[in-house]
């Protein structure tokens, strides 16, 4: 199957600190991908919608400026988590589907964030 | 937007019984309907899915059935094997273009003893 490459796997930063998220898909196109936030034993919450070469799509709650998403090719997402703080801690991870064909859903492997 | 809920949030089997997760939508023009599963730490895994136009559809030991209707969807898996516990998801869908995100259900953490 297709896939999604995640980076980094594991992060831990300073409170106060910006942290950078790299979502991109090896083998495929896509216009679109999505960020999601998962809290230990919890569901995946979508956060927002990454559009390439246009603004992302936020959930309602989630601070655009806090979560910022860059989505510069069709390969490409970035999310960065700007201003950390320990409540930002929490494993991110991105999916993709293929702009091409009518496939499932492609998960990164996720990043794992603590803010400390 | 759509709403899934997902029930049972915890499930424990015996090797070899059935196991049965159930998951309900809110927004009726959902028609992508897949479950997956996740093991502690990985990424969720597609074991099935199913589209508006089929009832139900099955894959050696696991099925999907869907209720369009009644909005809702089961995940039905037999002769369960320890291998099988995990996190499983339902998620639905308003189509399954590449810019549709999946909507989740919160989760049903299986667990299958020996």
């Known amino acids: 199957g297709a896939v999604v490459s995640q980076h980094p796997s594991r992060v831990i930063c300073k409170s106060g600190t910006s942290v950078k998220i790299e979502c991109r898909s090896l083998?495929?196109?896509?216009?679109?991908m999505f960020w999601y936030r998962q809290f230990p034993k919890k569901s995946l919450m979508l956060m927002a919608t990454?559009?390439?070469?246009?603004?992302?799509?936020?959930e309602q709650g989630v601070e655009k400026d806090k979560f910022l998403i860059n989505h510069a090719s069709l390969t490409l997402s970035t999310l960065t988590v700007t201003s950390a703080h320990p409540e930002d801690s929490s494993f991110y991870i991105c999916?993709?589907?293929?702009?091409?064909?009518?496939?499932?859903?492609?998960f990164g492997q996720g990043t794992r964030l603590t803010v400390v | 937007g759509e709403n899934v809920e997902q029930h049972p949030s915890t499930l424990s089997v015996q090797e070899g019984d059935s196991a049965v997760i159930k998951c309900t939508y809110s927004d009726s023009a959902s028609n992508y309907f897949p479950w997956y599963k996740q093991e502690l730490g990985k990424r969720p895994q597609l074991i099935i899915d199913?589209?508006?136009?089929?009832g139900e559809k099955k894959d050696q030991r696991i099925a999907v059935t869907l209720n369009k209707t009644a909005k809702h969807f089961s995940l039905h898996i037999t002769e369960t094997q320890p291998e099988d516990s995990a996190v499983y998801f339902c998620a639905a869908s308003v189509g399954n273009q590449a810019g549709t995100a999946l909507i989740f259900g919160k989760g049903t953490t299986l667990s299958v003893s020996s």
């Open positions: 199913i589209r508006s136009n089929v």
């Open positions: 083998d495929f196109q896509a216009t679109t």
């Open positions: 990454s559009n390439e070469g246009s603004k992302a799509t936020y």
């Open positions: 999916s993709a589907r293929d702009l091409w064909k009518n496939t499932e859903a492609f």
